[in-house]
């Protein structure tokens, strides 16, 4: 049980001690005021569960109870998740971050500790709309129907991801501007160290106000890789108003252990084990649950969930068995159940249709796109974005994943 890991609940402040490999070095997890967090169990020390974690049980054992006591829980699971998964992502002064404007171009300055980096994104602008304008943050590359985003009224901003923490393979690691800032040997996977720039952006965003975007209604997609990028920038962002991850698969959508089990039943999906030697997308010490990943604390489901009370939506493809289409609507029904007990349904979508290729946004989620456009980063609240759809005919077997209700919660 994890009651027993509670010796610091009623710290005002939280120290974690990152996992072996990374020089000792105490690093701080974001959380809101007034929510202490405990101190981060040791991997030898997590019981096995081959269920989806319950994302409504506080560390201490004892149940969600109040829709207010989700600030607390969400700052528990962001603990877990970067001690465990991501690394963890630099608390960087707000005054660390400067911003230039010139030729569809922001340039994102950061100083901190005698060290300076500086990146620059470059922004398409629409032609129609009202300044400043609404922006789709795109890691990489935005590989949604980015001429309907302008019709939209919604500027498309390039973040160049691959400068700020390289992901070729699996040498890697510890290259890239953030890197360059904080050291090789920092904690944080590329992901985090993405999240971490995007966040920087917005800071930038904020104190420039002739690159015309309004930092108030901002949206983060990426594709395949980059989706995986785009959760977790929403996920650790709170300015981001809506996230939209296209095609991500592992560490996106799709849960370790129901990914775990589809390989074991023949599919050709990527796994834990896999994806660690693949490259460099989560921090090192990830590796140790290839063969336990039911160990992990936390599953993506509980990732997902990070960005409640905003707004998510997943658009997926039953044609690319690698993304493992059946974990990824199992996960996203578990993920779901967090917005529906906070009672905000319609605020996270789920739509996964095939016959497309990869990183091909087809015209038939055009529909369940433009209605989260619109509605959360555009401002038209008139669209129906009650979605949660596949083609594939699969079911949530609640007999096999879960073993949590959704709490009725004040």
Not at 347 to 359: E, W
Request: proline residues 6%.
């Amino acid at each position: 049980m994890l009651n027993s890991f509670i010796s610091l609940i009623g710290i005002t402040t939280l120290v974690l001690s990152t996992l072996t490999g990374s020089n000792d070095i105490k690093e701080k997890a974001p959380r809101p005021a007034k929510c202490p967090v405990p101190a981060m169990p040791s991997f030898s020390s997590l019981p096995s569960n081959a269920k989806l974690p319950d994302p409504f049980m506080f560390m201490n054992g004892s149940r969600m109870k109040k829709k207010k006591e989700w600030d607390c829980r969400r700052a528990e699971i962001a603990g877990l998740a970067q001690e465990f998964i991501y690394g963890y992502k630099p608390q960087t002064e707000y005054a660390a971050t400067s911003g230039s404007f010139a030729e569809d171009k922001i340039t994102v300055n950061i100083s901190e500790n005698g060290k300076t980096i500086a990146f620059t994104c470059s922004i398409t602008y629409p032609k129609t709309g009202n300044q400043p304008y609404p922006a789709m943050i795109g890691i990489g590359a935005s590989n949604l129907n980015n001429a309907e985003l302008l019709k939209m009224g919604v500027a498309v901003i390039n973040f160049p991801n691959n400068k700020i923490a390289e992901q070729m393979n699996g040498g890697s690691r510890g290259k890239g501007l953030f890197y360059e800032m904080y050291g090789s040997d920092h904690s944080a996977s590329a992901i985090m160290a993405w999240a971490w720039g995007v966040s920087r952006l917005i800071d930038a965003l904020e104190k420039t106000p002739e690159a015309r975007i309004d930092p108030a209604r901002l949206g983060v997609t990426g594709c395949s890789r980059n989706g995986k990028g785009a959760l977790t920038a929403g996920a650790f962002e709170e300015r981001i108003k809506l996230t939209v991850p296209q095609e991500p698969g592992a560490g996106g959508a799709a849960s370790w252990r129901v990914s775990d089990a589809q390989k074991a039943a023949g599919k050709n999906v990527q796994t834990l084990t896999q994806i660690v030697g693949e490259n460099v997308w989560f921090r090192s010490e990830f590796g140790q649950f290839g063969k336990t990943s039911d160990k992990l604390p936390l599953d993506q489901h509980m990732v997902a969930a990070l960005c409640a009370p905003r707004a998510l939506l997943f658009l997926e493809n039953t044609s690319m068995e690698w993304l493992s289409p059946v974990s990824s609507w199992i996960t996203a029904n578990a993920a779901h159940r967090v917005w529906e007990a906070l009672g905000i349904p319609d605020k996270m979508g789920f739509s996964q249709i095939g016959g497309h290729n990869h990183c091909a946004l087809p015209d038939s989620q055009m529909p369940e796109l433009r209605a989260y456009v619109m509605k959360f980063i555009v401002g038209d609240s008139s669209d129906d974005t009650v979605i949660m759809k596949t083609d594939s005919g699969v079911s949530l077997d609640e007999d096999r994943w879960v073993d949590w209700s959704v709490p009725s919660l004040r």
